[in-house]
């Protein structure tokens, strides 16, 4: 197979013979071939960023020329790239770049409307796409009404809707939550698997090399190995990759819980980030809201998690309407909720500051909550598995088990449903001490 794009001793050198020359890409050669799916991995400076660059005609080379489909940059005239960039190559970045005084639709349809195309006709491709990535009912607002993840979902739109061969994506999820950075991260896998486009994706963050066809490594601008993945996986499976036996007691304890959060990456699981743990405590808690009010009530749940507001403030934000910036519910519901946050975070508290603590705690919590009528030996046994749990001896499974195992072969004798519950509260509360 010819290679869609070829690299010949590319070098980038800025200020060029002055005291403050940087040499940005030493000579580099590579090959990239259709469909493929290649990343450019090394930390910030290494110069992946300036190859991109040079590959999307934005970074003139010092030295040597870039090809692709079999023409040179250097023998290409002003048409002919403008003609490049319009159709050939889409460019998603870090930063979205869309223009907050355009609705969404007219964002992702600016660059047929460069090209001169009637507005129905812009308007109907984009529409397609919209409905496609999931944002047609976000076609009619402006950027600052979206969260990251969607206006990082308009910008992949917008690079698409000229149906480039090429996707150049420079860091896209680096402003993301974990969630809408896997969102966008799917999106790519699929344009290459499924629409056959070649994806070229900078990044610094191991947990994306997954995906990859080819991991180009790089260090101070130049090339220094390249690694090809014969089994590309899903990038969920990875998380499944940890050993808790061979690993040390903070490892092990991270790697039961991603068991139990089979979304997390495992690199991500050290760095739990809020708007996770704010998702997870609302569909652990509630199921039956519709996307707006699920979508306000994460970013007031973030707020108490990041201590701006306490869970008295959060339900009176959740009782207020709508168009007050409240999360449209109704006074019972919101106490009822603000209570339950507010016990589940105590519980937060005592296991951080005190574990010594936290069995007993948990355990009279764990009865209270559920309504448990259990006889003395019960309650020494789910201190005791509470314990085992906290320590990392065991999973959420294994806890499952022992809560719904009869008495007389050491469990607790549970409803299959009730062991269920709680053991899901307590993974919440073991996910939710993290930082």
Known sequence: MEPLISIDKLRVIYNQGKPNETRALEETNLKIYPREYVIFFGPSGCGKSTLLYSIAGLQK?????????????????????????????????????LIPSLSILDNICLPRAFRGERRGKREEAGLK???????????????????????????????????????????PVGNLDSESARNVLQILKDLNEIDQQTIILVTHNPEHLAYADRVIYMRDGRIIKEEV??????????ALDADPRTANPETKELSILMSSFKSL???????????????????????D?????????????????????????LMERLDLSFDKGGGGWNRTR???????????????????????????????????????DLNDTNKIRLK????????????????????????????????????????????????????
């Open 229 to 238: 993945n014969h089994e590309k996986r899903d990038i969920a499976d990875v």
């Open 129 to 171: 796409t919209l409905e496609r990535f999931s944002i047609l009912d976000q076609g009619d607002k402006y950027p600052s009404q979206l969260s990251g993840g969607q206006k990082q979902r308009v910008a992949i739109a917008r690079a698409l809707i000229n149906e480039p061969k090429i996707i150049l994506a420079d860091e």
């Open 61 to 97: 080379p010092t030295y040597g020329d870039v090809t692709i489909n079999g023409k040179a940059f250097s023998s290409m005239n002003k048409k002919e790239m403008l003609e490049l960039h319009q159709t050939g190559i889409g460019m998603i970045f870090q930063a979205f770049y």
């Open 265 to 287: 990456l495992p690199q991500q699981v050290n760095m739990l980030l809020v708007p996770y743990k704010a998702k997870q405590l609302l569909s652990h808690i509630l199921s």
């Open 289 to 313: 809201l519709n996307e707006e009010q699920v979508s306000i009530s994460e970013t007031l749940i973030r707020e108490v998690l990041f201590q701006n507001i306490q869970t008295q403030d």
């Open 384 to 435: 005791s598995f509470l314990s085992l749990r906290i320590e990392s001896e065991i999973n959420r499974a294994e806890m499952k088990k022992r809560l719904n195992q009869r008495e007389k072969n050491g469990g607790i004798g549970l409803y299959s449903q009730t062991a269920e519950k709680i053991s899901r509260e307590v993974e919440i509360i073991m996910l939710l001490k993290y930082s």
């Open 334 to 372: 919101a106490e009822n909720f603000s209570t339950r946050v507010s016990r589940i975070l105590e519980q937060v508290e005592i296991l951080k500051k005190t574990p010594e603590h936290a069995p007993p705690a948990l355990a009279d919590y764990i009865i209270s909550q559920f309504r448990l």
